[in-house]
């Protein structure tokens, strides 16, 4: 795909100068597509910076971890990066990134678009994007977007946060632009976020009889052996807790499947470089919960202050009797006493019977559809957003008639 520029309009640059980011502009703020298998070795510190200084925490949007991603997940392949720079006669100012990917069939109708990039081990969308310079970013991307060959039809964005700074901008933004920024789809999930402290904040959310329960599977666990809640501290250790990682994730219902990271050697280099990239950073937060010096429950947290990601977790389903993943939960309360975090994202989903008896609050992520620029491009927004709405319409008066049946059945 050939790069483009944008400054509220695209031209399109020569393959040689495609290499040469970040360079110096005549305008103010512009927009580049180019591959973003390269992104992590032309950004550089520029990356690095920007996600310092981002509007919102998004542990999968850091450089680390997309790296990771990009070098070893098959996925990787097709997928673009719009950046968004800002300067003068300095040096640029790297003001947003978003990896984007064409798709194809917008729930049962066969047309592409453009959306951002999503794995199966991502669990947030929100782009990096500088804080205060949120329209700025949106504006110079849907223009970027909307003079490219490469883009189609309308932008679907996943997993957003609702109502975050990100999500306003882009509003702000379409709306500049006369155009709609449709909400396509809402849920919440699971959310830590309190000023209590673990044991108060455990005795205000979790039901008295669920904490008698628990106390109970963890005395009997006690009785088996010693039982001793660890977090990783030294950098020589992370490969062998990232092996019994993935060994304890294996030998459950997921390694059955074949869906365990261990499965496949490009996750499992990828979920391997991810951590030791998170650790180096000062990012990884890894716990495990021993019986007798060998782990029963496993949990991976990324520390992106203000917040935080839970973004997997392990446990021997030889002691699926004993609860370890919810012990293991409990302890994970201990987060509450870090002054420089204050919330923790669960990335579970919506309804999570385990995670959400434990975890009071809620956060909401949503999936929003703005257009492209062209008139063609246009109508097909209207037309998907005309099915999907009648689609949805049908579905209430189907549920409707089936719960009035229920109540005349009764």
Known sequence: MDGVVANYGATELPEEAQR??????????????LPA???PQRLGHHWSDLSANASEPNAFAEPWF?????RHLELA???QMLEVW???????????????CVSRGYGRIPVKFVENWLHFHSFLGTPAVRAGRERDFWSAALAALDR????????????LVE??????????AADGLGRPCDTVYRMERALLESSLSPQDYYERTVRKKKRKELKRLSSRLAELGTVETRT????ADLGDWCDAFLALERSGWKGEFGSALGCSRSTELFFREALAGAFKAGKLDFLRLDLDGRPIAMLVNFLTAPGSFSFKIAFDEDYARFSPGVLIQIENFRILERDEVRWMDSCAVAEHPMINSLWGERRPIVRVTVPLGRPLHRLVFRMCRLVENSSAKLRRVRGNALQQQGQNDE
């Open 20 to 33: 040469q980011a970040p360079r110096r502009h005549p305008v103010s703020t512009w927009a580049e597509i």
């Open 37 to 39: 298998r390269t992104a």
């Open 66 to 70: 997309a790296a990771a991603a990009l």
């Open 77 to 79: 392949s097709d997928i």
């Open 86 to 100: 800002s300067g003068g006669t300095g040096e640029p100012s790297l003001i947003g990134l978003l990896p984007l």
């Open 148 to 159: 490219s060959a490469w883009a189609t039809n309308f932008l679907h964005l996943r997993d």
């Open 163 to 172: 109502d975050g700074p990100v999500h306003r901008g882009l509003i702000a």
């Open 232 to 235: 990783l501290a030294a950098e």
